[in-house]
């Protein structure tokens, strides 16, 4: 099992910049992907962009590609999610997540972080 805590996040203006961390422990060399999901007030939680362990390749979500970036710090067991041009749309519960390799399935997940943005 992979353990997950999440930092980051908060309330900035439109336009503006957040990141967010996840930190990973436990049996992380058994991870299949890393990915980043966020839920709505009123939604159903959607997926904003994943991370392949094994060779770093990424992908995103429609909505964020080309404003968010995953990445991740090997040293650190830590990814990330840098979130620019942030809309108020953007506002919601962020979650961080991993899938381990024997199920491919997001099944591990973080406590959760609130971003806000406001107009």
């Known amino acids: 099992q992979v353990q997950l805590v999440q930092s980051g996040g908060g309330l900035v203006q439109a336009g503006g910049s957040l990141r967010l961390s996840c930190a990973a422990s436990?049996?992380?060399?058994?991870?299949?992907?890393m990915g980043w999901f966020r839920r709505a007030p009123g939604k159903e939680r959607e997926f904003v962009a994943q991370?392949?362990?094994?060779?770093?390749?990424?992908n995103y979500a429609d909505s964020v590609k080309g404003r968010f970036t995953i990445s991740r710090d090997n040293a650190k067991n830590t990814v990330y999610l840098q979130m620019n041009s942030l809309k108020p749309e953007d506002t919601a519960l962020y979650y961080c997540a991993a899938a381990p390799t024997i199920t491919r399935t997001y099944n591990q997940w973080g406590q959760g972080t609130q971003v806000t943005v406001s107009s």
């Open positions: 436990g049996r992380t060399f058994s991870t299949y992907a």
């Open positions: 991370l392949m362990w094994s060779d770093s390749r990424t």
